[in-house]
């Protein structure tokens, strides 16, 4: 007993010595399915993914001035493209990890109708949308005002928060009625969480595929690698469709 009790004290610390740690940076509307995501990931792999959540375009211009990220988890597929071009993303890692949905959603039921007409009725105070220069989402929600012919008119009541989570935390609190937001924030289980909301056709914006890459800094870490390996995987997709996203 005692000698099995060793040996699997052994294979335990061997275990641990090959696990590592991964520096992940997340679209912030990936934050929800990634923290789950992290939890299966160690506990399947045994590595650790850090992660850091905020703007695409943000983390663009960070990684561009050397921020110590391995793994790029993007809210779209733009910017990864561009940051392989320019060296720092390995080549042929990209791959589309998840495609998006936009929702108007109001922390309040009853407020959103399944079309989305109360965007024309005036009812409201504050629109809250995410930064569309930097965020997808923001471009998205943007992309979507203009479709409906109501940009123009509703520009006084915008709100826009520096990513898609200060936008729902705009929408959440109250702070604005309405808030352009990821599906994924506000949506679980087939369901929405609480509130009223519509989800809008793909058809009123360019679809918001998001990619995932291995920077430079990861190129020789099997930890990033192999977080990127676990996000194809059955498992992780299944948890990410729960979020409301395509695989």
Known sequence: MK??????????????????????????????????????FQRDTGHKAVVATGATGKFYAQIRNGAPFEVLLAADDDTPAR?????HVAAGSRFTYAVGRLVLWSARGGVVDAG????????????????????????AAVATLRKLGLYESVQPRIVQGENIAQAWQFASTGNAELGFVAQAQVWRDGKFTSGSGW???????????QDAALLAKGAGNPAAQALLQY?????????????????
Request: proline residues 5%.
């Open 3 to 40: 000698r099995l009790a060793s040996l699997i004290a052994i294979l335990t610390v061997m275990g641990t010595a090959h696990a590592g740690e991964v520096q992940v940076a997340v679209a912030a509307n990936f934050a929800g399915p990634m923290e789950k995501l992290a939890e299966q």
């Open 199 to 209: 989800i809008v056709p793909a058809t009123m914006h360019e679809p918001i595929r």
């Open 83 to 87: 940051l392989e071009t320019e060296g």
């Open 231 to 247: 996000l194809r995987t059955d498992k992780a997709k299944a948890l990410i469709r729960t979020f409301g996203y395509e695989v």
């Open 116 to 139: 989305g007409n109360v965007l024309k009725t005036g009812s409201y105070k504050h629109l809250a949308i995410a930064n569309p220069k930097t965020a997808p989402y923001g471009a």
